[in-house]
Nanobody, 115 residues
Framework: QVQLVESGGGLVQAGGSLRLSCAAS????????MGWHRQAPGNQRELVAR???????IYADSVKGRFTISRDNAKNTVYLQMNSLKPEDTAVYYC?????????WGQGTQVTVSS
């Protein structure tokens, strides 16, 4: 059974930082894609960042220069370093992992940025 378990969310003041982690178990995603999406109340889920197996990355325009995605294939884990956080970054952040035709989501972790 594949599981993605996120951690690291919480409450932070604007301008602060958080680091999210997502540990995968049940299968290896070392050759697959991993990433983060987020969903704020009343909004659709949106891509935040994604990283491919060889390290290529993409970011949403709204987080470029502030967020950094990375992965540790030996630990089957993806990270999201979030700096210079803004109130509009408040959302539930979901980890994503895919390999071949299979894709999986974590349960989500709340990030709240106060002004």
């Amino acid at each position: 059974q594949v599981q993605l378990v996120e951690s690291g969310g919480g409450l932070v003041q604007a301008g602060g930082s958080l680091r999210l982690s997502c540990a995968a178990s049940g299968t290896s995603f070392s050759l697959g894609t991993m990433g983060w999406h987020r969903q704020a109340p009343g909004n659709q889920r949106e891509l935040v960042a994604r990283i491919w197996s060889r390290g290529s990355t993409i970011y949403a325009d709204s987080v470029k220069g502030r967020f950094t995605i990375s992965r540790d294939n030996a630990k089957n884990t993806v990270y999201l370093q979030m700096n210079s956080l803004k109130p509009e970054d408040t959302a539930v952040y979901y980890c994503f992992a895919a390999y071949g035709s299979e894709s999986y989501w974590g349960q989500g972790t709340q990030v709240t940025v106060s002004s």
